[in-house]
């Protein structure tokens, strides 16, 4: 069994910052890409940053410059810094990774809200 914990979504301002870790935890033998995605109401999730095992990184245009995906392999943890946060990253941010186990699974958090409003 494998879990995803997300932690430090929250309320902030516009302009403002915040960091969110995901740890993952269970059985693995060894974690390849993780990444992040959001999705707000009546939206579809989209890729927000993703990371592989080896630190190679991508992001979505709107987030470039902004936000920072790193990766803690000894800890098995993910995480975002998020900057110079705007109204519009106003939804639930969701962790996943591909984690071999005995096989390779999909995994993902149970999501953390990060709310940007003056």
């Known amino acids: 069994q494998v879990q995803l914990v997300e932690s430090g979504g929250g309320l902030v301002q516009p302009g403002g910052s915040l960091r969110l870790s995901c740890a993952a935890s269970g059985s693995i033998v060894s974690i390849y890409a993780m990444g992040w995605y959001r999705q707000g109401p009546g939206k579809q999730r989209e890729l927000v940053a993703v990371i592989t095992s080896g630190g190679l990184t991508n992001y979505a245009d709107s987030v470039k410059g902004r936000f920072t995906i790193s990766r803690d392999n000894a800890k098995n943890t993910v995480y975002l810094q998020m900057s110079s946060l705007k109204p519009e990253d106003t939804d639930v941010y969701y962790c996943?990774?591909?984690?071999?186990?005995?096989?390779?699974?999909?995994?993902w958090g149970q999501g953390t809200q990060v709310t940007v409003s003056s």
């Open positions: 996943n990774a591909d984690i071999r186990t005995g096989y390779v699974s999909h995994y």
